[in-house]
């Protein structure tokens, strides 16, 4: 039997990390947004020292590794009460690329591995990138891939160009995907992760890229990286060669819940704030802009879409947790492009019920308009998911497409 209902122990947890992020968080909003994310450093890390104190700090990790050991169903609830203010999970140090890092790290990573990069990034005491995206090819076809590492002795000689490698700018080392086995047969066989400090010479972060005309820095920015004859040693290799996209297969599932669970958390700040707008907004006296039945519409319509993308997202993080990753490809396919589609279109009405407010960065709307809207486009876009599942589907039917 499915039962997605929150127990009395996760609700303990979740009920004070709720009001957290609204009495301490929230309030940083109003000037952090447009504060560049260096200057905001010292500020979050005394946020997160008081996460600390709390024992929230990290919590999708298991207790020997100092979290608390949720299973993804119940850190998917923890996700989207986080998503409420832009600075929830990195406070909480939940933050994409490192949770995904840190998974593959712990599942794949050698002791020697774990002691020198995941270690410190558990403890939230460095960052990290993953490399994978090239400029030059199709994001949507990942084996399609110009990076190359080429064995020299003891070490993995790296030559590449990437870009959207987010948040590099400050992070302590990358993970870079790079065709090791280029002779293989298998296109999913060619590819392996290998662990690149950014301190290496041949490491060039070229620019951070402007997205929607803000580059950003540090944490909340997305970099053009080349790779010169980077060098690094045999050992940096994660897992075995040639399994890279095995690795990025297992941290995509568990990612896709993490994402859409922030989104749905997004969604609701986006929803109080539209519902408060309409509610107080003095349109014509005595008449609120809550009576003009197109935004009673946008509050039926996004109430019923966050409830219903809600309920799909916790149905396959909890086939995820019962049955893997693979069994529950579709449900991972379908949530990825719907809630997607459905942030954009809450974000959009909020935005509107705001008028020329909501652009402006007096709400935190404008924020995740700019930098939510590639998630129609990063992992895969839209479309590659309505068709990958629309074939399976047809196939059980004994259709081919």
């Not at 392996?192 to 997205?211: A, C, E």
Request: net charge negative; charged share 25%; glycine share 8%.
């Amino acid at each position: 039997m499915v039962d997605f209902s929150i127990s009395s122990d996760i609700q303990a947890i979740i009920d004070p990390i709720r009001a957290f992020v609204r009495d301490e968080l929230v309030p940083l909003e109003a000037d952090g947004l447009t504060t560049p994310f260096r200057q905001l450093i010292p500020t979050l890390k005394e946020k997160r020292a008081k996460v600390k104190e709390l024992g929230f700090f990290a919590p999708y990790l298991e207790k020997e590794h100092g979290g608390l050991g949720l299973s993804l169903l119940e850190f998917a609830h923890v996700s989207e009460a986080l998503a409420y203010s832009p600075f929830g999970h990195y406070v909480f140090n939940c933050q994409a690329p490192d949770i995904g890092n840190m998974e593959v790290l712990l599942q794949y990573g050698t002791q020697a591995q774990q002691a020198e990069f995941l270690g410190p990034l558990m403890r939230g005491d460095t960052r990290s990138c993953f490399s994978m995206t090239e400029p030059e090819n199709p994001g949507s076809n990942p084996v399609l891939m110009d990076t190359q590492a080429v064995l020299d002795g003891d070490e993995w000689v790296i030559n590449g160009h990437k870009w959207f490698t987010s948040s590099a700018d400050g992070s302590a080392f990358a993970i870079v995907m790079a065709v090791t086995e280029p002779d293989s047969d298998n296109p999913y066989a060619r590819a392996s992760q290998i662990l690149v400090p950014t301190s290496t010479p041949g490491f060039h972060l070229v620019r951070n890229i402007p997205i929607m005309g803000e580059a950003g820095e540090d944490y909340l920015s997305h970099a053009e990286v080349r790779y010169e004859n980077c060098r690094v040693p045999k050992d940096n290799l994660i897992g075995e060669r040639g399994q890279g996209f095995v690795i990025a297969q297992q941290r995509l599932g568990p990612g896709r819940i993490h994402h859409c669970m922030r989104w749905i958390g997004i969604c609701e700040r986006a929803f109080d704030l539209m519902c408060e707008r309409a509610a107080t907004r003095v349109i014509a006296p005595g008449r609120m802009l809550a009576s003009k039945q197109t935004i009673q519409n946008w509050v039926a319509e996004s109430r019923a879409e966050i409830n219903a993308a809600r309920l799909m997202v916790l149905e396959s993080a909890w086939r995820i947790d019962k049955e893997g990753s693979y069994a529950a490809r579709d449900s991972i396919s379908v949530i990825k492009f719907y809630v997607a589609g459905i942030l954009h279109r809450v974000l959009d009405r909020a935005i509107q019920t705001f008028g020329a407010r909501g652009i402006t960065e007096e709400t935190p709307l404008s924020f995740w308009y700019r930098h939510e809207r590639g998630a129609r486009i990063y992992d895969g876009p839209d479309e590659v998911h309505k068709a990958s599942v629309a074939k399976r589907i047809l196939k059980r039917y004994g259709g081919e497409a």
